[in-house]
């Protein structure tokens, strides 16, 4: 595991993008980004029914692991409008006892590079503020999307695992 760090940064930036700390008022976009069935196709079972369960999503998910770890997924902001577009960042896999960086957002901005663009900000992220040796990316094989981010970030693809009841190749970098 990441040993828990003071002092990290809890907002980056990048060009088109802003990359903070979800809070609690951040339901609504968490309720979207987890309600699409084509945005969550490689990473839900099942999409959020309403928005209490957007709520304990949100407080299982990002907020538990804020307070656990000291970092977790971030909300990204599109810096123009600062409306949250999804969501970026560094996860711990307890099952792995390895770090993640993962990503969803709203598909109409799927193919405008925001994906990389945000993912290599976490990697950055995960080497400065946390130290981080090895970073992964678990992807379904189907999901071409982020494959392409991975292999865009320099991850190599690893074993194909089973974790979540799901097979998933585990992409690695070495930072």
């Known amino acids: 595991m990441v040993e828990r760090k003071e002092n990290i940064r809890t907002r980056l930036e990048t060009e088109r993008l802003v990359l903070r700390l979800f809070t609690r008022k951040d339901v609504r976009a968490m309720f979207r980004m987890n309600s699409d069935p084509d945005v969550i196709r490689y990473a ?12 304990s999503r949100l407080e299982k998910g ?12 971030f909300a990204v902001e599109w810096k123009e409008t600062g409306e949250v577009i999804g969501f970026c960042g560094v996860k711990y896999i307890q099952e792995l006892d390895l770090p993640e960086v993962g990503y969803r957002f709203f598909k109409e901005y799927w193919g405008k590079g925001i ?6 900000a976490c990697v950055e992220f995960a080497r400065e503020d946390l130290g981080v040796e090895k970073l992964i990316a678990l992807i379904i094989p189907e ?4 494959v392409r981010v991975a292999e865009k970030l320099g991850m190599i693809r690893g074993p194909l695992i089973e974790i979540y009841g799901e097979r998933a190749y ?3 970098m070495l930072l």
């Open 44 to 55: 839900e079972p099942e999409p959020a029914k309403d928005l209490d369960d957007a709520m």
């Open 62 to 73: 990002p907020l538990y692991d804020y307070e656990t770890y000291g970092y977790g997924r």
């Open 115 to 120: 994906g990389t663009e945000a993912a290599q």
């Open 143 to 146: 999901n071409i999307g982020s």
């Open 170 to 172: 585990q992409y690695e």
